[in-house]
């Protein structure tokens, strides 16, 4: 069970456009971090998940787990947010 | 014979490109049943490109995000079905071709084959190692990263010069390494390079032949320059690389489908491929430009002959 999702993001990274969207196809409500509009959670952005690349997807599961996603990887994140 | 448990549609297009998306306004406005895989973007390498330039029909040019957008919309309106999911293989069974999904099997009386190109990878060391973490294949997704930082792009293409220029929001400084003594890139594109004289140099004739880093990070890249033969060193915060295309055709290994010397798919004038009710257009096309215009146009192309070849084809 998911508790909450955190997709960093860019304007111009179309893999972050389809992370959104296929989130949104599965009705999973998220919030969106634009490193564009705040550049300084860059950093943060960087030390959850290791690399300088978007999107980056941080889900917290009901255990408090977290699970980060870089990238738009539908065999990761199916089973991440399943 | 079609099974009746097994999903079944007129048209299957595998990918949702600009190729793609084009194919599938032409064959949902003329109530083909269709529907489209992709397991990447919608829209491609074109939703990747910060900004197309040459697309008619936009004076000013349109971000690359933006026309994808478009095009996904425009299909959508007339019905398209894009499923984000992957076609793992595509098998001739005769009348119908049956495809290995993520969705599961699926049957289609016709297929359209675009998947376009990847960015091809170096092969150097380093370059595994400091995947995302310094080393990029996306500007317009990991650019932002680079703010007041150095940077190194490799290659000497359309692709590498706009993409160079892009980073320029970000990056304070970029070394361009060309292999060549001169650049593939456009003329519009070079003489726009020369704007940016103050953040941007080249090197011709500089190899590009280990990414190197410490505690994590990239700290230079190693080249040579085969005017001298000599080692050369570039310092970098990062390395992007555009040095040209590779297409996605590694599903097909098993289809039949007749490929070209380097994977590219071999069609005839009307998009045919080797095996009938197969078609292919855009990037993946043994023989494409690698335009978004001539992409879409090829696409067109490709629904009218699959419009007819269902037509011909009789109902199982």
Known sequence: ?82 | MAESQVETHDLVIIGAGPAALTAAIYTTREDVDTILFEKGVIGGLAAITDWVDNYPGFPEGIAGLDLAEGLRKQAERFGADIRLGEVMSVTDEGEYKRLVTTDGDILAKAVLIATGSDYKKLGIPGEQEYYARGVHYCATCDGAFYREKRLVVVGGGNSAIQEAIFLTRFADKIDVLVRGDTMRASEVLQHELTKFADKITVHFNTTTDEIVGQDGKVTHVLGTDTTTGKQVQFDTDGVFVFIGLKPNTAFLQESGVTLDEIGMVVTDGLLQTSVPGVFAAGDVRSGATMQIASATGEGATAAMTIRKYLEETPEA
Request: charged content about 20%; some cysteine.
């Open chain 1, 1 to 82: 069970m998911v508790k909450n999702i955190t997709i960093f993001t860019t304007n111009t990274c179309a893999y972050c456009v389809m992370v959104k969207r296929w989130l949104g196809s599965k009705g999973i409500s998220y919030e969106e971090v634009n490193l564009d509009q705040n550049p300084e959670r860059q950093q943060e952005a960087f030390e959850i998940s290791g690399q300088l690349s978007t999107p980056i997807t941080l889900i917290t599961k009901a255990d408090d787990s977290q699970e980060v996603i870089v990238g738009y990887n539908l065999a990761k994140l199916a089973p991440a947010v399943a």
